[in-house]
C-alpha cells in the first residue's frame, strides 16, 4: 500500500482561549470512565480528563448544542466570561453588548458583528 495515499488525521489545533468555568458549567458530557470534573483541553472541540490523562471529543456539548438564549441563561446562571491563554487575562462577556470586554470594560470582540474585521499589519 502507498502510504503517500493514506489520508492523515485532522490536525489539532492548539486552543486560544477557554471559558472561565469548567466543561461541566455548560453540562458538556463527561469522560467515558464516568469522571465529569474534566476541564479544558488544550485542544479546540478537546476536554481534558485528569484521571484518564487524556484528551477527547465530549459525546454531546451540552448548552452550546443547540442555539443559546443569552439573556436567559444569565438568568439561569450561566456564565460565558472567557480566559484568554494568550495573554493570560480574563476576558469579560458583556451581556449589554453582547461582546468580550476587557478588565477596563474595552471592547475586544463583538459577537454580533458579521466578520472580525482584518487587523493592519
Ligand atoms: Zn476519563
New binding site residues.
Given amino acids: 500500500m502507498n502510504q503517500a495515499t493514506a489520508t492523515p488525521a485532522p490536525a489539532l489545533k492548539l486552543r486560544t482561549w477557554c471559558y472561565a468555568y469548567p466543561p461541566r458549567h455548560y453540562e458538556i458530557s463527561?469522560?467515558?470512565?464516568?469522571?465529569h470534573d474534566?476541564t479544558w483541553s488544550e485542544f479546540e472541540r478537546h476536554i481534558w480528563?485528569?484521571?484518564?490523562?487524556?484528551d477527547?471529543i465530549p459525546e454531546h456539548a451540552g448548552v452550546f448544542d443547540g442555539p443559546i438564549a443569552i439573556q436567559t441563561a444569565a438568568m439561569l446562571g450561566l456564565c460565558f466570561d472567557r480566559f484568554n491563554l494568550q495573554t493570560q487575562k480574563l476576558e469579560r462577556f458583556d451581556l449589554d453588548q453582547l461582546a468580550y470586554v476587557n478588565e477596563q470594560g474595552k471592547l475586544i470582540e463583538d459577537l454580533t458583528a458579521p466578520a472580525p474585521a482584518a487587523e493592519p499589519t
Avoid at 30 to 35: D, E, L, T
Avoid at 49 to 54: A, F, G, L, T
Fill in positions: 463527561g469522560c467515558s470512565c464516568g469522571n474534566t480528563c485528569q484521571k484518564c490523562e487524556k477527547f
